[in-house]
Structure formats: C-alpha cells, structure tokens
C-alpha cells in the first residue's frame, strides 16, 4: 500500500531560502527536489505522521509533495499548517495554510477549508487530522515553518 508520511519542521536563518532551507532539513526533505501537487489522497494511500521524513533516496532526486510553507522575518511568527482526510478505499484530501499568524489560526483555516473540499466533493466527512509547526524570528533573522505530505519514496530527475 503506498504511503504518504507527513513531516514537519522549522529554521531560522540570516536570508529568507536559508530558512526554508532549514526549514526542509529539519523535517529532512532538504535533499529532495519538491514537486508540489495539490490536494488529493490517492484510494490505496496510508498517511502516517512521522514528524522527520526518513531516507527516500537518494540526494537529487524528486520528491511529490504537499506542502504548507509560512515564512516571516523579524520580528515576527510565521505558522504553516496542514489537515488531512483519507477514507477507507476512497480517495481522501490534503489542506494546506500558512501565514504569519498563530498555530490556532492556521489550524482553523485548515479544518475549515477541508471541510469545506471534502462538501464540494460530496465526499462524506472524515474527522480531519491536523498538524502545525511555528516558528519566531528575531529581529534580522528570517524563519520558515513548513509541514510536508511526502507521497511515497523519490524518484530519479532523469530517465535511467
């Protein structure tokens, strides 16, 4: 069964990419080519939160995401969160947030949005699972805050 793992991690930095940089080390995406995608859980995918993605290959290689990605800098807070909803033999759903506002908010914007996806799918309603990450900046520092769906392993950026 493929599986989907969220993982989640902050940086503070002296630019805005180092941030982000750090940011992706921390949850341990940061070798990876991100591929973004939107929001849907395949039928046969299992989520599981593992709060630092383990290896899934090789530096370089590509990895398909979703992702939530706050930034600030400082002073000031950024938050990034992320609901999901898989359903039992049915395609499920992903809602990203992120801003530079409180870890509640975001959470709420989540919640609220995925309800909202799942309504406009006529899909019936899963309790949706959410996690998010903060972080603070001081002033002259950049901070980010993502929280990441990883879809399976990394593949290779070229045909072998």
Known sequence: MPRIRIAWGSGVAPTEMAAYDAALADANVHNYNLIRVSSVIPADATVSPVDT????????????????????????????????APRDGAPGLFYEAAD???????????????T?????????????????????????????????????????????
């Not at 002259?140 to 990394?154: M, Q, T």
Request: aromatic share 4%; no cysteine; charged share 20%.
């Open 53 to 84: 993605a383990p290896d899934l290959g090789p530096a370089g290689n590509t990895l398909t995401v979703v992702e939530a990605r706050g930034q600030t800098a400082g002073p000031g807070q950024a938050s990034a969160g992320l609901a999901w």
């Open 100 to 114: 530079e506002t409180t870890p509640d908010d975001v959470a709420d914007r989540v919640t609220t949005g995925i």
């Open 116 to 160: 909202a996806g799942m309504d406009v799918r006529d899909w019936d309603g899963v309790e949706p699972s959410v996690r998010t990450e903060t972080v603070t900046a001081d002033a002259g520092e950049h901070a980010a805050a993502v929280v990441i769906a990883a879809y399976g392993d990394s593949d290779p950026v070229f045909d072998q």
